[in-house]
Structure formats: C-alpha cells, structure tokens
C-alpha cells in the first residue's frame, strides 16, 4: 500500500514539475518582445505539443467583431469550424468562465465529427478579448487536469499576448496620422531612404490643397477635416499597392511611387489632378510637385524632397490646379 502511494505521489509531483515547467517556458517566450503573431504561432505549438489536438483555433473580438487568427488549424477556416466557434462566442456572450466539454454531441441535436472541446477565454482586465480553443474527435479525450493546465497556461499568456496587441496600436498611432490614416512623414521618411538604399528608381509627389485657408474659413474647420479625408481616400484608393501614400502636414500630402519611371509617375498624379475635384464636396483641387531619383542619380532623399518642394512652388505661383516635373534644368 505505501509502495503504491509513493509511486502515485511521484507520478503526481512529475507531473507538476512538467506543468510548470510549461508554464514557466511558455511565459519566457511570450515576454520575448515578440509580435502578436509570432506569440499565437508558439502557443499552437504548445497546445499540440502538451495536450496532442487534433486543431487548435484562435479567435480574437474586436468592436464585437469576431476575428479567426491564420495560426488556427485547417478546421476553423471551413464551415464546420464556424458552428464550434459560434458556439463558444454565444458562450462567451452570457458568461465568462472557460468551456470543458468531455462529448459536444451530448450537448446538441446535430452530430459533429470533433467531440471532445476545450476553451479558454482572453481576458484583459476583466474583459475578454478573444479565446483559444482546442478539439478532438474522440468524446473524453481531454482530462480534467488538461483544462485546469490549459487554463492556466492561457492566463499567463493574456497578459503578454494584450502587452503585444497594445504595442501594436501604439506603433500603428504612431506610423498613422489619425485624421487622414494616411502614414505620418516620419514614416514616409523612413520608408523612401530604405527604398533608395535597395531599389533603382522611384517618384515622390508632394500634393498642397489650393486655396485651402479660404476652405476652413467659408465652411469650418470640420468640412477641412473632411476634404482631407476625401482626398486621402481618393490616393489610397488609386496608389493601392504601388506606393506608400503620407499626410505631410497641414494640407500637404506625400506619395512615394516605388519602382516607377517618371513617366508613370506623372501618369498617376495627372489622374489625381482630374479625380481629387471629381470626388471631394465641396469641390476643391490641388498643386502637385514631381521628383524622380535613379540609381545613376547619386541622390538623398533631402535632394529628392526639395526637388518636388522646389517645383510645388511653382506649380502653386503659376495658377496652381496643375502639376510640375522637376528636371535637371530645374523646372517644368
């Protein structure tokens, strides 16, 4: 009887000693600086690896919209794996405690392939944010221990998975101008100097509102607000993928063109120059100033910028609603 005790408290105390050990890794990682990604990858694993699912899914809620990480296995990307996750979301809706579901089947009048269901809530302070979710075919195949783990594991992670989502948005604050959402110039900056470190060519547009005072000043600051967005939403809508689009500041907007010749590049902001009074209320249109640097250029991007600078002034003192090219001969 004393040998069967011993070898049950040494099995026991193993068995703890491995728990915290997952937990102890687990929490290491996390406060590793690592992005909200990277953080969800390695969380899979360890589910897979510690409790041996079959899928593991992930799901986040953000403005009571419920958003599937790409980490989750196969399953949560079909329609059978929605029925599990709104299942649990109708869950979370009423209550806050975590799901152990030894036999799902036993639970609805539909039969469902996986039965075996473990969910664990995201909570930051009081709140939940999100859940992660584990499942297996066979009804019974989780333990009480495995919950009690699992659940345990996913709290400490909260902390570090909302630590990386809040950086997330501050970094976001801080790259985006909150008006426009147009990326801020420190950003635009970077972005043009990295490119001209790897690419051969590129074009950079600066954009001025024309008679933009006059705007704020007959309408209100709000309608000011306003035409801003309405043209920033006219540059993303047309750059898309071909460039980086930033509010410079006040009433000046930047582009940067990646890739392009200066013939494409005056290409597309011709068609700014005929869509921005097209699609704003009240009506308004804009300057614009072209520079294009080569790699046999030998520029910076300080050149690159006064150039386009250079020329939006004389786009603006030539009647302005118009474009100009800066060239070698310094004007166009």
Known sequence: GNALENAKLYIQSHRLVSDLQLINETSHKLNMNLSLDEMVVFLRNQLMKFFHPEHVGFVFIENDEYKISPASTDVFHTMEGHLYIQYVTNHFKSEKDSLFIADFNRLIESKYEYRSLVTIPLKEQNTITGFSIILHKEPYFFSFDNYKLMQS????????????????????????????????????????????????????????????????????????????????????????????????????????????????????????????????NPSVTVSIGISHWSRSDNLSFNNLFHNADTVLYEAKNNGKNQLCIYKASHSS
């Open 153 to 280: 594991l996913i709290q400490h992670s909260s902390l570090a998975i909302s630590n990386s989502t809040l950086r997330y948005k501050l970094q976001k604050m801080v790259e985006r101008d909150h008006l426009t959402n147009l990326f801020a110039r420190n950003y635009l900056d970077r972005f043009v100097e990295d490119a001209m470190e790897s690419d051969d060519q590129g074009v950079f547009v600066l954009i001025d509102i024309d008679n933009f005072k006059r705007i704020n000043d007959t309408h209100g600051h709000q309608i000011g607000d306003e035409i801003l967005k309405q043209i920033a939403r006219v540059i993303q809508g047309m750059i898309k993928n071909k460039g980086v689009s930033a509010r410079w500041g006040g009433e000046e907007l930047a582009l940067y063109l990646s890739h392009m010749s200066l013939e494409q590049g005056v290409e597309m902001s011709k068609q700014l120059l005929v869509a921005i009074p097209e699609k704003t």
